[in-house]
């Protein structure tokens, strides 16, 4: 009884040490949400406070400043894409590369880690050269296929280890009852696989949708900016609109906010599924 107790205590202080440090990673979303209803002048003069009014027309303003329907038609289409592309593209080669265990697979897979290491930054003018000479510049497209490529070595090293957890046995059996390497892969692989899809999905939105470096490198056209590009041109050298920016920055992340909502059952029942089967 006394061993009872005391574990109850223990886990009454965990819990609470834990509900601290989550209140202390939500502070600067308190910042972003009570600022982003504040006049311009209150959000100098006391940004830690309450708003004494709330200002809604904030986030028409911002709405409105940042052209926000067609800088998210842009984000989404360059998110959607350079998902769909990257996940089928990284799990094909990674199964490849695990089931056909051979020198020259393990070397490029060595490539694929060695780019891993490489700085964004020692690219970049090498960058715009190229796409400016192939033509992928100012293009959207052009710039989903730049996020193919700095995505994939993250994204094929994480399916690699994945796949190796995978029974060579039941592929041997859907191989004996006639389906191929696509069928084999799409029926037996991909959903045994789910976890690791939805987890690759999440970390590419996260560097995707909130990118601002590669954007404002390929992209010229106003009307296709982005959004952490169109929010950023509120910072001018003088002058920061943060009456318009905070509302701005609230409406960018509101989208990933509702898409990790959406993705939570789906992680949860994908790893339950995943552990069951083992």
């Given at each position: 009884?006394?061993?009872?107790?005391?574990?109850?205590?223990?886990?009454?202080?965990?819990?609470?040490?834990?509900?601290?440090?989550?209140?202390?990673?939500?502070?600067?979303?308190?910042?972003?949400?009570?600022?982003?209803?504040?006049?311009?002048?209150?959000?100098?003069?006391?940004?830690?406070?309450?708003?004494?009014?709330?200002?809604?027309?904030?986030?028409?303003?911002?709405?409105?400043?940042?052209?926000?329907?067609?800088?998210?038609?842009?984000?989404?289409?360059?998110?959607?894409?350079?998902?769909?592309?990257?996940?089928?593209?990284?799990s094909m080669t990674a199964?490849?590369?695990?089931?056909?265990?051979?020198?020259?697979?393990?070397?490029?897979?060595?490539?694929?880690?060695?780019?891993?290491?490489?700085?964004?930054?020692?690219?970049?003018?090498?960058?715009?050269?190229?796409?400016?000479?192939?033509?992928?510049?100012?293009?959207?497209?052009?710039?989903?296929?730049?996020?193919?490529?700095?995505?994939?070595?993250?994204?094929?090293?994480?399916?690699?280890?994945?796949?190796?957890?995978?029974?060579?046995?039941?592929?041997?059996?859907?191989?004996?009852?006639?389906?191929?390497?696509?069928?084999?892969?799409?029926?037996?692989?991909?959903?045994?696989?789910?976890?690791?899809?939805?987890?690759?999905?999440?970390?590419?939105?996260?560097?995707?949708?909130?990118?601002?470096?590669?954007?404002?490198?390929?992209?010229?056209?106003?009307?296709?900016?982005?959004?952490?590009?169109?929010?950023?041109?509120?910072?001018?050298?003088?002058?920061?609109?943060?009456?318009?920016?905070?509302?701005?920055?609230?409406?960018?992340?509101?989208?990933?906010?509702?898409?990790?909502?959406?993705?939570?059952?789906?992680?949860?029942?994908?790893?339950?599924a995943g552990a069951v089967?083992?």
């Amino acid at each position: 009884m006394e061993q009872e107790s005391r574990y109850r205590i223990q886990t009454l202080i965990l819990e609470i040490l834990l509900v601290l440090v989550g209140l202390l990673f939500l502070v600067p979303f308190y910042f972003l949400l009570s600022n982003s209803l504040k006049t311009f002048g209150e959000i100098l003069s006391d940004s830690a406070s309450l708003p004494s009014s709330i200002q809604w027309a904030n986030y028409k303003a911002g709405w409105e400043a940042i052209n926000f329907p067609s800088a998210f038609k842009n984000s989404l289409i360059i998110t959607i894409a350079s998902n769909l592309l990257l996940v089928l593209f990284s799990s094909m080669t990674a199964y490849q590369m695990v089931r056909r265990d051979s020198l020259y697979n393990r070397l490029l897979f060595g490539v694929f880690v060695a780019a891993m290491v490489i700085p964004f930054q020692s690219i970049m003018l090498p960058l715009m050269d190229v796409t400016s000479r192939t033509g992928f510049s100012d293009s959207l497209w052009g710039l989903v296929i730049c996020y193919i490529g700095f995505g994939a070595p993250l994204s094929v090293f994480l399916f690699h280890g994945s796949m190796k957890s995978i029974p060579l046995e039941i592929e041997q059996a859907a191989r004996v009852d006639g389906s191929g390497t696509y069928g084999v892969f799409f029926r037996i692989v991909y959903p045994m696989m789910r976890p690791m899809f939805v987890t690759v999905i999440i970390l590419n939105t996260l560097w995707i949708w909130n990118d601002y470096l590669l954007p404002s490198l390929v992209l010229t056209s106003e009307s296709l900016q982005t959004i952490p590009i169109a929010t950023y041109m509120l910072f001018g050298q003088y002058t920061k609109q943060w009456d318009l920016a905070l509302p701005a920055l609230v409406l960018g992340i509101a989208p990933v906010i509702v898409f990790f909502l959406a993705m939570q059952k789906y992680i949860v029942s994908g790893i339950a599924a995943g552990a069951v089967k083992g």
